[in-house]
Nanobody
């Protein structure tokens, strides 16, 4: 069982930055592929970024590539999402997810989810 808790969301102006963190419980965090997803009001959940168990492989949605960076610290059981050059269309609830295998872009392949943190970007 893994519990995930996100933090770092908030209100920011367009062009600004935020750093999200997802803290995981348990001693086997390094075995999990991790992903970040987001969901805006009235829209479907969408993939944002994923990272392999070791952190050596990352992958991003085209909409955030070059602006967002996913990373992890296995010693701290935490995965991060650095978000730069934020746009109003980035406004959403951001959630992290854990998978007992390679991380994927498909939300329905993940085993554990956090409750999410709200990110609001004003124009």
């Amino acid at each position: 069982q893994v519990q995930l808790v996100e933090s770092g969301g908030g209100l920011v102006q367009a062009g600004g930055s935020l750093r999200l963190a997802c803290a995981a419980s348990g001693r086997t965090f390094s075995r999990y592929g991790m992903g970040w997803f987001r969901q805006a009001p009235g829209k479907e959940r969408e993939f944002v970024a994923r990272i392999s168990q070791s952190g050596g492989i990352t992958f991003y949605a085209d909409s955030v590539k070059g602006r967002f960076t996913i990373s992890r610290d296995n010693a701290k059981n935490t995965v991060y999402l650095q978000m730069n050059s934020l746009k109003p269309e980035d406004t959403a609830v951001y959630s992290c997810a854990a998978r007992q295998s390679l991380a994927t872009t498909n939300w329905d392949t993940y085993d554990y989810w956090g409750r999410g943190t709200q990110v609001t970007v004003s124009s």
